[in-house]
């Protein structure tokens, strides 16, 4: 390549073994996804192959780990002539279901997306399962109004005819008689059937609307748990200290904070099984990161760095409490949470702690290479994505390519 405009780490795909689902048996129904693409020729049964609006030839392929090991994309041109015009590395935008929606800068045509901010949108996929072909999607952001404090505009794209609309909603109820209402949407989540969904602000609630209804489009406001309200990091992105999810029509959030009193990394899980007006929080589960998790039981607790135990002149051990936690993730079908963890948070590598919370015991370890990114940020997501790479025959489904979102 003539040029390059991106890190020498974009080159290398992480060197754990990443089986597909029909090598490590039963295929995992979701998968914890790295935001960020590698540019490298790696093939396998799921590569997708396509072309870009251009007429550059792409493919995508996704190498599938079990959580907490993380999956991730290798992006690359078969014309590799053209990885030289690349400007930006390509970035995981959005997940739903089998779509995954990405967008990378190579000097191409580029849909106009009226609203950039990353990870503010939600997919809402509509697949016939009886018409392979039929792929029809809609994504949808949300974003503040500049007008009222209460009013938003909701932007939606039709994948049908590839065009985005624009509508002003605003939030009912006693919200919009405040001044002060203060949501800033980050995240959108699908709640159901239909076009039911929730968008995020990980520091207050969640703002409640159905996209698709013409004739009655309102948002419901659906505030957290006091608690969580009230401990806002204001210093750290949202996303790297909260985690919400909807498992079985049930809203689970996750948060994560340093107590100083226990010295260890508090961790409280809260859970609403129906979003109706006047429904409480349950908060399910609290425990504390720290050594009590750790059992004979735990694989691969020989990854973790040897830590000194601090004011002990013994053999360094191995200890949670010492380890800086951050990006908590829910599981999407089990009472399991991962976390990230650093000796320093820039540091160029991490572990992913797997988190039993039913029986509060660290399970699993995996190892993340953090290099990449510079300090603490975004790194990955989840994604059910995995679960369509088998069929019930046992085969591969056919990839296909959808067009990419900037």
Request: charged letters at 20%.
């Given at each position: 390549m003539a040029k390059k405009n991106f890190q020498e780490a974009l080159l290398r795909p992480p060197v754990e073994d990443h089986q597909l689902p029909d090598e490590a048996g039963a295929p995992s129904s979701w998968a914890i996804l790295d935001v960020r693409a590698y540019i490298a020729d790696c093939r396998n049964a799921t590569t997708a192959y396509g072309h870009l609006r251009n007429g550059v030839e792409i493919q995508v392929t996704f190498c599938v780990a079990r959580p907490p090991v993380v999956s991730y994309l290798c992006f690359w041109c078969p014309e590799s002539t053209h990885l030289a015009d690349l400007g930006v590395e390509p970035i995981i935008k959005a997940a739903e279901a089998d779509l995954v929606i990405f967008g990378v800068g190579l000097g191409m045509?580029?849909?106009?997306?009226?609203?950039?901010?990353?990870?503010?949108?939600?997919?809402?996929?509509?697949?016939?399962?009886?018409?392979?072909?039929?792929?029809?999607?809609?994504?949808?952001?949300?974003?503040?109004?500049?007008?009222?404090?209460?009013?938003?505009?909701?932007?939606?794209?039709?994948?049908?005819?590839?065009?985005?609309?624009?509508?002003?909603?605003?939030?009912?109820?006693?919200?919009?008689?405040?001044?002060?209402?203060r949501f800033s949407p980050r995240k959108a989540i699908m709640l159901g059937q239909g076009g039911l969904m929730?968008?995020?602000?990980?520091?207050?609630?969640?703002?409640?609307?159905?996209?698709?209804?013409?004739?009655?489009?309102?948002?419901h406001y659906l505030p957290f748990p006091r608690s969580l309200r009230d401990n806002k990091k204001l210093r750290l992105q949202p996303v790297l200290a909260r985690d919400i999810v909807v498992v079985q029509g049930c809203i689970k959030v996750i948060d994560c904070f340093y107590c100083s009193a226990s010295?260890?990394?508090?961790?409280?899980?809260?859970?609403?099984?129906?979003?109706?007006?006047?429904?409480?929080?349950?908060?399910?589960?609290?425990?504390?990161?720290?050594?009590?998790?750790?059992?004979?039981?735990?694989?691969?607790?020989?990854?973790?760095?040897?830590?000194?135990?601090?004011?002990?002149?013994?053999?360094?051990?191995?200890?949670?409490?010492?380890?800086?936690?951050?990006?908590?993730?829910?599981?999407?079908?089990?009472?399991?949470?991962?976390?990230?963890?650093?000796?320093?948070p820039y540091d160029k590598r991490a572990w992913v702690l797997a988190v039993d919370l039913k029986n509060k015991r660290l399970q699993d370890v995996g190892v993340f290479q953090a290099d990449r990114s510079h300090g603490v940020t975004l790194s990955y997501i989840h994604s059910r994505i995995s679960q369509y790479f088998k069929t019930e025959q046992g085969n591969y489904n056919d990839s296909s390519m959808y067009d990419c979102i900037f």
């Open positions: 045509i580029m849909l106009d997306d009226p609203y950039c901010l990353f990870f503010n949108r939600g997919i809402l996929r509509h697949r016939d399962i009886t018409n392979p072909y039929d792929d029809q999607y809609h994504i949808a952001s949300l974003v503040s109004s500049s007008k009222k404090s209460w009013q938003f505009v909701l932007h939606l794209f039709d994948s049908r005819t590839e065009s985005w609309s624009s509508q002003c909603l605003s939030v009912h109820g006693k919200e919009n008689q405040h001044r002060q209402f929730g968008f995020v602000d990980l520091w207050r609630g969640i703002l409640i609307c159905d996209v698709l209804d013409c004739n009655n489009k309102s948002l010295s260890a990394w508090k961790v409280p899980v809260w859970s609403m099984a129906d979003t109706s007006v006047g429904k409480n929080w349950d908060r399910d589960y609290m425990f504390h990161v720290n050594n009590d998790l750790v059992d004979n039981s735990t694989f691969h607790l020989e990854l973790l760095p040897k830590l000194q135990q601090p004011n002990d002149g013994n053999s360094p051990q191995q200890l949670l409490e010492a380890l800086y936690i951050t990006h908590p993730t829910l599981s999407l079908n089990d009472d399991k949470a991962y976390f990230m963890a650093k000796i320093d």
